[in-house]
């Protein structure tokens, strides 16, 4: 059992940076894929970026490539994620999720956070 919380949401303006974090308990954190997936008004759960285990392969989402940034400390069970050049159109509700293999897509995710908000204004 994994459990997982986000931090770091926030109101920021276009062309504005912010950092989410996702801190895991337990002590396997290690052997899970972590991944950063978003949800917008009306809009399907999808993925923005997925780290594997040891944070040696990394996927994106075309929509964030080369803006944002997927990381992971595993001495601190936290996964990260920098959000650079914001744009209006990545205002959703971010979750932070652990699953069993490196995968972009969300069935492969067994555990997941409650959400951090974030809101990027024009």
């Known amino acids: 059992q994994v459990q997982l919380v986000e931090s770091g949401g926030g109101l920021v303006q276009a062309g504005g940076s912010l950092r989410l974090s996702c801190a895991a308990s337990?002590?396997?954190?290690?052997?899970?894929?972590m991944g950063w997936f978003r949800q917008a008004p009306g809009k399907e759960r999808d993925v923005v970026a997925a780290?594997?285990?040891?944070?040696?392969?990394?996927y994106y989402a075309d929509s964030v490539k080369g803006r944002f940034t997927i990381s992971r400390d595993n001495a601190k069970n936290t996964v990260f994620l920098q959000m650079n050049s914001l744009k209006p159109e990545d205002t959703a509700v971010y979750y932070c999720?652990?699953?069993?293999?490196?995968?972009?897509?969300?069935?492969?995710?067994?555990?997941w956070g409650q959400g951090t908000q974030v809101t990027v204004s024009s």
């Open positions: 999720a652990a699953g069993g293999g490196f995968s972009h897509l969300k069935n492969a995710y067994n555990y």
């Open positions: 337990g002590r396997t954190f290690s052997m899970y894929a």
């Open positions: 780290i594997s285990r040891s944070g040696g392969m990394t």
